[in-house]
T-cell receptor, first 115, second 112 residues
């Protein structure tokens, strides 16, 4: 069964460092997303991406965050200068459709720990 | 997004049916009812969705009240693998991106 894959599974970084989280969405999907989940809290939407552009972003997705689809398969989330509060699980997702109803396929997540 | 209300936690015995309720009294006509679940240390996983009619798939059934103000996710025979947090989410079919708003969900424990 096709799946969304994410790397790394866990990254530890120092505050102020840049981090890139990588995702390989399902190959025929056109819509891509990043969500995050701080430990013990809700899953939160960060950003959606379609046709090489950001479709929508939340208040969390400030200027420190950026997304890119550098080639035909990868989708990346960059955090320019990490803060302690960026420590969380980051989930990539993809979908065929850009609207409900339908299924978002999530990856297993990348755990980011900022020290 | 319209809000949903779910119990914080539920317990079930293994191999028994589980009914997970969700209230969504402010649902609008274009809102689809989605259920996702999150197993420990994993990403959310789609379970099922519906609009007005009851729905069945290989994972579960979704029973939707006639007035659409509530719904119930039914797991016909709970297994230990079904222990997870279950999220009831409304998503409208309209312009704009497909953004899911997760609440706290219902933590389902399955007792062997």
């Amino acid at each position: 069964e096709p799946e969304v894959t994410q790397t790394p599974s866990h990254q530890v970084t120092q505050m102020g460092q840049e981090v890139i989280l990588r995702c390989v969405p399902i190959s025929n999907h056109l819509y891509f997303y990043w969500y995050r989940q701080i430990l013990g809290q809700k899953v939160e939407f960060l950003v959606s991406f379609y046709n090489n552009e950001i479709s929508e972003k939340s208040e969390i997705f400030d200027d420190q965050f950026s997304v890119e689809r550098p080639d035909g398969s990868n989708f990346t989330l960059k955090i320019r200068s990490t803060k302690l509060e960026d420590s969380a699980m980051y989930f990539c997702a993809s979908s065929v459709r850009g609207q409900a109803p339908g299924e978002l396929f999530f990856g297993e997540g990348s755990r980011l720990t900022v020290l | 997004d319209a809000k949903t209300t779910q119990p914080n936690s539920m317990e079930s015995n293994e191999e028994e049916p589980v009914h997970l309720p969700c209230n969504h009294s402010t649902i609008s006509g274009t809102d689809y009812i989605h259920w996702y679940r999150q197993l420990p240390s994993q990403g959310p996983e789609y379970v099922i969705h519906g609009l007005t009619s009851n729905v069945n798939n290989r994972m579960a059934s979704l029973a939707i009240a006639e007035d659409r103000k509530s719904s119930t996710l039914i797991l016909h025979r709970a297994t230990l693998r079904d222990a997870a947090v279950y999220y009831c989410i409304l998503a409208y079919s309209g312009a704009g991106s497909y953004q899911l708003t997760f609440g706290k969900g219902t933590k389902l424990s399955v007792i062997p």
